[in-house]
Every structure is written in structure tokens, then in C-alpha cells.
């Protein structure tokens, strides 16, 4: 089974930035894709990039703030934050997809549904 490890959260003022490192036991021929979760809501996608087409997805929210990439050389994922909003406050994951998606729920990106989670690390944007 796919391992993944999420860090690099912490507390900034909006306006701030971070950057969420996620590393992978081993990249396989999947996407891999950020998601968050606020108390009291349920998990969203935040964004996701394709092996098979380097096709990335951001959910409408975060669309020119947030930057997914990967380096295979370190089996790591990015989640490069910008202009952090208060809203933006959650735990953040990185996940792995193993089938399509047949809609649009909660657990799904670019396509994909996602099934294999790492620890989060929490983000908490002041205002």
C-alpha cells in the first residue's frame, strides 16, 4: 500500500504563504491530489495533477493562489499557498486515487476518486 506523509502546516496572517510538502512512498501511474477538511464540513478537493497528462485541477476557491507540483527524484508532492484567506484554515491531505470517479463527490479529482490518505497537517490562516 501507497504511504503518504503530509507537512509543512502551520499559523500565518492572511495574506501569507506556506508551502505543503507531501512525500510518497513511491509515485505510481495515479494522480495525486491535495484535499482539505474544516471542522464541522465535509473533506474538498483542493487540486491534483495527472501522471498520464500533467492535467492539474483547483477547485474554484483557491484558483490563482494555490500551485500543485511534484518531484519524482523525491517521491514528493508541493502545494505551493498564496494570498492565504482565514477560509482557507483546515487540515490539509494528500491522497492517491485507484479507480475513476464516477461524479463529482467529495473524495474526487480530476477524475479520479481517491482512496489512500496521509496524516494531515493543519493550516489555521488569522485574520
Known amino acids: 500500500d501507497v504511504q503518504l506523509q503530509a507537512s509543512g502546516g502551520g499559523y500565518v496572517q492572511a495574506g501569507g504563504s506556506l508551502r505543503l510538502s507531501c512525500v510518497v512512498s513511491?509515485?505510481?501511474?495515479?494522480?495525486i491530489g491535495w484535499f482539505r477538511q474544516a471542522p464541522g464540513k465535509e473533506r474538498e478537493g483542493v487540486s491534483c495533477?495527472?501522471?498520464?497528462?500533467?492535467?492539474?485541477s483547483y477547485s474554484d476557491s483557491v484558483k490563482g493562489r494555490f500551485t500543485i507540483s511534484t518531484d519524482y527524484a523525491k517521491n514528493t508532492a508541493y502545494l505551493q499557498m498564496n494570498g492565504l484567506k482565514p477560509e482557507d484554515t483546515a487540515v490539509y491531505y494528500c491522497?492517491?486515487?485507484?479507480?475513476?470517479?464516477?461524479?463529482?463527490?467529495?473524495?474526487?479529482?480530476?477524475?479520479?476518486?481517491?482512496?489512500?490518505w496521509g496524516k494531515g497537517t493543519q493550516v489555521t490562516i488569522s485574520s
Open positions: 491522497a492517491t486515487p485507484s479507480v475513476l470517479a464516477a461524479d463529482s463527490g467529495s473524495n474526487t479529482c480530476g477524475g479520479w476518486s481517491y482512496d489512500s
Open positions: 513511491t509515485f505510481s501511474g495515479y494522480s
Open positions: 495533477i495527472s501522471r498520464y497528462d500533467s492535467k492539474t
